[in-house]
């Protein structure tokens, strides 16, 4: 049996530092209204994306990473209008700008190094944080719920987040996954889960409509298995890359796509449920 994970002490209150200031600009920016949370989390997603396109591909060129940026805030403003048709159209128009831009380059630098993996890389990371991003974006355009729905949402998938990770250092002995996420346990996984469930629960018994109790325990177990699911999928991509975190920037936490991962891998299931149950 593996040993406990016990809290280091201050590598712990960093993360909770730094996890309570992402929480508390969150929550600001929602009770703020959908203008001032779609900016906040257009700013999260364009970084998270930045975060991605580094592990994907080492080598990369300014002017492609630049488009690969303007192409996920266009992927995120259809998810922000609403208006889902603009997803393909953003998408073929970053084709065709990424395609154009490496030939151009190409021309004038003489030097054709890497172009593969620059495009590739750069259409991979802006339709992950852009395409995924968008379906949060998505949620709270909902006339009506988009708040309730989008409160219930980030409660299910960070609250998951947050007691996963305190449960784990506190109560975990068995590791979940030791070769992708050596951090995460059982038990952790097993604590974040019902958190999500009751999550769920409460959202079914308060928040009629969208929710009833049935609709709202679903979703609150298909948030509890996306986001730990959607954790270790980030993971796998980081440890391919050689790297534990996306980035430094946040301090333990890493970068934007880490603090992030759970909440993209789980957006489109919760928004396509709510289109079903309330649209």
Not at 5 to 17: E, K, T, Y
Not at 78 to 84: D, F, K
Not at 115 to 134: F, M, N, Q, Y
Not at 191 to 200: N, P
């Amino acid at each position: 049996m593996s040993e406990s994970l016990p809290m280091a002490a201050p590598s712990a209150r960093a993360h909770v530092a730094v996890g309570l200031a992402l929480g508390a600009a969150a929550l600001g920016t929602l009770l703020g209204g959908r203008v001032p949370l779609s900016a906040f989390l257009a700013v999260v997603f364009v970084a998270a994306y930045v975060d991605l396109r580094g592990l994907l591909a080492p080598w990369g060129h300014v002017v492609t990473t630049a488009i690969g940026a303007i192409g996920t805030a266009g992927f995120l403003w259809a998810g922000y209008s609403g208006r889902l048709e603009l997803l393909a159209g953003t998408a073929a128009a970053l084709v065709v700008a990424l395609l154009v831009t490496r030939v151009l380059l190409h021309e004038i630098s003489d030097r054709a190094s890497g172009t593969t993996e620059d495009i590739a890389a750069t259409l991979a990371a802006s339709a992950v944080a852009g395409v995924l991003g968008a379906h949060v974006l998505l949620i709270r355009s909902v006339p009506r719920l988009g708040f309730r729905a989008v409160l219930a949402f980030g409660l299910m998938v960070i609250g998951n987040d947050v007691v996963a990770f305190f449960a784990g250092r506190l109560r975990g002995r068995r590791r979940l996954a030791p070769t992708l996420s050596p951090a995460k346990t059982w038990a952790g996984a097993i604590a974040g889960f019902a958190t999500s469930v009751i999550v769920g629960l409460i959202a079914g018994l308060v928040w009629d409509p969208p929710f009833d109790l049935r609709s709202g325990l679903a979703l609150g177990a298909a948030m509890g298995v996306l986001a730990i699911t959607g954790d270790l999928v980030f993971s796998g991509l980081k440890r391919s890359a050689g790297a534990k975190a996306s980035n430094t920037y946040l301090g333990p936490i890493g970068g934007a796509l880490d603090a992030v991962d759970s909440v993209l891998f789980a957006a489109p299931a919760f928004y396509w449920a709510l289109r079903t149950l309330a649209l």
